[in-house]
């Protein structure tokens, strides 16, 4: 799809660059609401992407812009059901989390595997997302709501005025009272303004290779244990695999793990730290995404055998990192403002609170015509945070991964963290659609540990600083990995905002599987013992799930 050159007559309320996900359902929002909406791209859709794995705090986010802006469309990317009734039969089943750690030259340890499930009672069952699918479809819905999109143009040159922001290519010129940058790494705006940051300021390294496939072994079939305690009670194949090793890590993310799919491709990746593992001069991202797997055997015999559907792709250090993310008339917007790993999949979720806090600041600053920083500055804090929370938890877990007893309380807490914050967020829609006051949105935003999933909670908060300092501690040898180990489940064991009885807590349990029975008694502990706020959030949202599932719904 294009169009013509526009007049330079013309001047939009918003201009967008970049129309991936976080473009496209901004301008959605934005069109819904009567904004005069722009949105470039200097390529064309469909096209291949990678951020296919969605965690339930995406889901929720994703539901609460739906509802919150209007855009009922947005919401079809919330549930694998959702996706393949209205999109197609293109996309996998993400029945839970799996993670295996393997050593080299041996086989993987089945005790040093770890799997969470997303709850399918309250939860619609997480889709992996076959991007080229969805960023079309929203591309689309952009359009249909009424924003002008023009494909394949590139800018050129961002000129900055008192009145507004003028966008010129060989294409023609645009101009626009605000814009929205949402292209990525070669942003145009960042590249003008100078706003990388070199060095960039991120703690954590990685380099990446990935690639769509066919003839991808499931995961299942690579092990025969007869002993049913160390089976998953999920297949591994129906779920997001991260297949772990000390400095790096792959992954599955199969869209073909279902019945329903007619979609035979799987997404294939692997993140290393350059440092320990540097690229060889004149080796082809193919031949070097098979000397990484040669060292452990069951991550070899996972992807022997696969067909490349594309050119691999493959990266210098990925981690990049800005000064600030807006100003006068501008913005970056999610991976535009930094990017540092796949790991725990934040980067659909950090989009999706990123425009959640963003919108409807850019709708009444479109109203006021006011387009100051000033404006706009809580976003910024908001994206920053998130970037430096995450490159925390996520090179805290490249350090576990020397340690099973130490990455198996790294995982412990970003998996409680990340479910409390869904819950947090899961009490305000539910409110939200009560009484449809957007205070309960706003007051999300109130929070003292900014970044974090669960950012209003002390406690957490302060387990996570512990982790962080521990592990950098192991990184430095200063501390050894069991003793660290234990500190960390002294306190997860004993804290009251940390949940008994579920699996979480417990360290020999491996696979934490979600179920009515659980969350009752989860819900009984936290009144009983747990923190207030814990209380309060897992009892209402669990009350509402019981009447949800009585009337053959499910709450989220």
């Known amino acids: 799809m294009d169009t013509d050159t526009a007049p330079e007559s ?33 390529g064309s859709h469909p096209r291949f992407s990678i951020g296919e794995s969605t965690i339930p705090f995406t889901l929720v986010s994703l539901r609460i812009l739906a509802e919150r802006y209007g855009v009922p469309e947005i919401s079809e990317l919330a549930s694998f059901t959702s996706t393949t009734k209205t999109l197609g039969p293109h996309f996998g089943i993400k029945r839970h989390f799996g993670f295996l750690l393997h050593h080299e030259g041996v086989p993987q340890n ?15 069952e997480a889709a992996h997302l076959f991007r080229q699918e969805t960023d079309a479809y ?69 380099r990446s290779l990935w690639n769509h496939a066919l003839n991808v072994t499931p995961t299942d079939e690579l092990f025969t244990h007869v002993n049913p305690k160390l089976r998953p009670p999920w297949p591994w194949y129906e779920g997001t695999v991260h297949h772990m090793f000390e400095g790096g890590w792959a992954w599955v993310i199969a869209f073909d793990n279902n019945k329903w799919s007619k979609n035979p491709l799987c997404s294939i990746g692997m993140t290393v730290d350059p440092r320990k593992f540097p690229k060889v001069p004149g080796m082809s991202p193919e031949e070097d995404f098979a000397r990484l797997c040669a060292p452990f055997p069951d991550i070899a015999r996972q992807f022997e055998g696969c067909i490349p559907a594309r050119e691999w792709v493959s990266t ?19 991976n535009t403002a930094g990017v540092i790993d796949p790991l725990f999949s934040r980067g659909l979720s950090n989009t999706a609170e990123a425009i959640n806090v ?28 998130a970037l430096d929370f995450n490159d925390e938890l996520v090179n ?44 309960h949105f706003t007051e999300l935003e109130k929070v003292p540990h900014l970044g974090l999933y669960w950012p209003d909670n002390d406690g957490f908060a302060e387990l996570h600083n512990l982790m962080v300092k521990q592990l950098d501690a192991v990184e430095a040898g200063t501390v050894a990995p069991a003793d660290a180990t234990d500190l960390l489940y002294d306190e997860i064991q004993h804290a009251d905002y940390f949940p008994k009885g579920f699996g979480l807590a417990e360290r020999e349990v491996r696979f934490i599987k979600p179920n009515p029975h659980t969350m009752i008694n989860l819900m009984r502990w936290a009144k009983r013992e747990g923190d207030p706020q814990l209380a309060r959030i897992m009892t209402h949202n669990i009350r509402e799930a019981v009447k949800a599932r009585l009337r053959g719904n499910k709450l989220f």
């Open 316 to 334: 210098e250090r990925q981690q990049y990192s800005t000064s600030t993310s807006v100003g006068d008339r501008w913005m970056l917007l999610a």
């Open 358 to 385: 963003l919108a409807y600041r850019l709708l009444r600053a479109v109203k006021d015509d006011d387009f100051s920083a000033e404006r706009f500055e809580f976003v910024d804090r908001a994206q920053q945070a």
């Open 110 to 124: 089945p005790v040093e595997v770890n799997e969470f499930g997303t709850p399918p009672h309250i939860l619609h």
């Open 396 to 439: 805290a877990a490249f350090i576990s991964w020397k340690d099973y007893g130490l990455w198996s309380a790294v995982f412990r807490i970003w998996a409680w963290g990340a479910n409390a914050g869904v819950w947090r967020l899961q009490e305000a829609l539910s409110l939200y659609r009560e009484d449809g006051k957007d205070e």
């Open 138 to 206: 929203m591309f689309l819905v952009a359009a249909k709501y009424g924003a002008k999109i023009r494909q394949n143009f590139i800018v050129d040159d961002v000129e900055f005025e008192d009145s507004g922001v003028r966008l010129a290519g060989k294409r023609g010129e645009y101009r626009a009272r605000y814009l929205v940058d949402a292209s990525g790494l070669r942003s145009p705006v960042a590249s003008k303004l100078g706003l990388r940051e070199d060095p960039c300021r991120f703690k954590h390294h990685s």
């Open 10 to 42: 013309v001047t939009y309320d918003v201009a967008i660059v970049g129309s991936g996900l976080a473009g496209s359902i901004l301008a959605a929002i934005l069109a819904r609401q009567g904004t005069k909406v722009l949105l470039v791209d200097g």
